[in-house]
């Protein structure tokens, strides 16, 4: 019976999983003889863009209102620089039998048409230890391989290749869009790595802070943070679209970009903050929140290193007070930090997509108040029209001890009773 129950839930839990990776919509490519992902991607005409989305092994498969400034965690936009090429750095001697590049379909077709940024021909270089040679130009085919995108290769036997260098055409009215990029070593045998090779996008730091869940829903009855268990939601602006976007919505129960805070600041330093009084005091040791945590929605507009300028404060700083009614003037100093998190990228445990539902634990806290810190807003001197949003601010007391352990507690001391008077 228990074995049973142990199956089903360990069933569940994978269920779990799947769904949170569909709701975001990626397909992995998976293929063991593509040894790109094992090497470090550059772009030269686009410094401040990180390419490993293009060796990352994914492919977002999203919906035709995801476009441009939505759901660019799988693949690369180039901006308006030239030229638009990508290199990459297999960090070692390969002996490769084709190289691919998956870019976007010229038809209307897929579930990612974008007709807008289309190339007309991609150039396939190699280098075997003397400089970068041509191997191929190779003109692309509008046959939408997978979700709009069309894969174009070019094949031959090349030992000895140490960096590839893929060079492409533009054809549509912008700068082109890159799904991803591949070298097929045959004798090859790569593990699937979630990205690009590379450590996980996450960092977490303070507070015994620690990721334990990837999409899923809020415990309704254990969620301390709701308006209809008397919390109340603050925070700086508000973007001006109402009723969307707006401080109230971080806990009304409800995902998705239709119920969501976007952060809007005209300081300037930028900070915007979200919190929730708490309606007392309270132990706690997790909190939950993501940027749109719904299949189908958008998928952008979590805080990630690479959109915003070098210098700026780049992480989600938790915060908690014990003052009485905490609210958005509540003064600096009387505010905590727990810990600060970093979306880097996406990539390591329960981190495959960073703007879904993420719950974290950390050491326990009594707590009146918690906040999050946001490093990016509209209408500040960093906005990159790609402000953080927020659609559910979660927090959880610290559980109840079970009655198995409470009667545990209770044997051990009557145990040490008996033992004392024996």
């Known amino acids: 019976m228990v074995a049973g129950r142990l199956g089903l839930l360990m069933f569940g839990l994978l269920l779990l999983t799947a769904t949170a990776v569909q709701a975001q919509q990626v397909m992995v490519l998976n293929d063991p003889h593509n040894v790109a992902q094992l090497g470090t991607a550059t772009a030269p005409g686009n410094p401040g863009v990180d390419p490993s989305f293009t ?3 994914r492919i977002s498969v999203a919906l035709p209102t995801s476009r441009d400034y939505f759901d660019r965690v799988h693949f690369l936009l180039f901006d308006t620089t030239q030229p638009y090429q990508i290199d990459v750095d297999l960090g070692g001697a390969y002996d490769l039998t084709a190289l691919q590049a998956y870019v976007p379909s010229g038809d209307s077709g897929g579930t990612f048409p974008d007709t807008d940024r289309t190339v007309s021909q991609v150039e396939f ?3 075997q230890g003397s400089g970068f040679t041509s191997v191929g130009l190779i003109g692309t085919s509008d046959t939408d391989d997978i979700a709009g995108f069309d894969l174009t290769q070019v094949t031959g036997n090349w030992t ?6 893929y060079e492409f055409t533009k054809s549509g009215t912008y700068a082109p869009r890159i799904a991803e990029v591949l070298a097929i070593c045959p004798t090859a045998n790569v593990t699937y790595l979630p990205q690009g090779g590379q450590e996980s996008g996450l960092v977490l730091d303070g507070g015994g802070l620690a990721l334990v869940e990837e999409g899923g829903t809020m415990d309704v009855d254990k969620n301390i943070a709701l308006a209809s268990k008397g919390a109340v939601a603050f925070g700086t602006m508000s973007y001006p679209a109402p009723p969307t976007h707006q401080i109230s919505n971080v806990n009304d129960g409800q995902y998705g970009n239709a119920h969501s805070w976007v952060a ?10 979200i919190g929730i009084n708490l309606n007392g005091s309270h132990a706690i040791d997790s909190v939950a929140f993501g940027s749109a945590n719904v299949e189908g929605d958008y998928a952008d507009r979590w805080a990630t290193t690479f959109y915003y300028e070098e210098g700026y404060d780049e992480e989600y700083t938790l915060q908690y007070t014990t003052v009485a009614n905490p609210d958005e ?3 600096d100093e009387d505010w905590v930090t727990i ?3 970093d979306y880097i990228k996406p990539g390591g445990e329960n981190f495959f997509e960073p703007a879904l539902r993420h719950r974290f634990t950390f050491d326990p806290v009594t707590a009146t108040g918690v906040r999050l810190i946001v490093p990016f807003t509209y209408n500040s001197p960093h906005e990159t029209n790609h402000a953080n949003r927020i659609d559910e601010f979660e927090v959880y007391e610290v ?3 079970g009655a198995w352990i409470v009667l545990l507690g209770a044997l051990a001391t009557l145990a040490a009773l ?5």
């Open 55 to 57: 060796i990352d092994d």
């Open 399 to 401: 559980p109840e001890p």
């Open 125 to 127: 270089f190699v280098d």
């Open 339 to 341: 810990g600060t998190l």
């Open 329 to 331: 003037t509540t003064s």
């Open 264 to 273: 809007y600041n005209d300081n300037a330093d930028g900070k915007s903050f």
């Open 418 to 422: 008996r033992k004392k008077t024996g």
């Open 160 to 165: 000895g290749v140490t960096n590839v260098r």
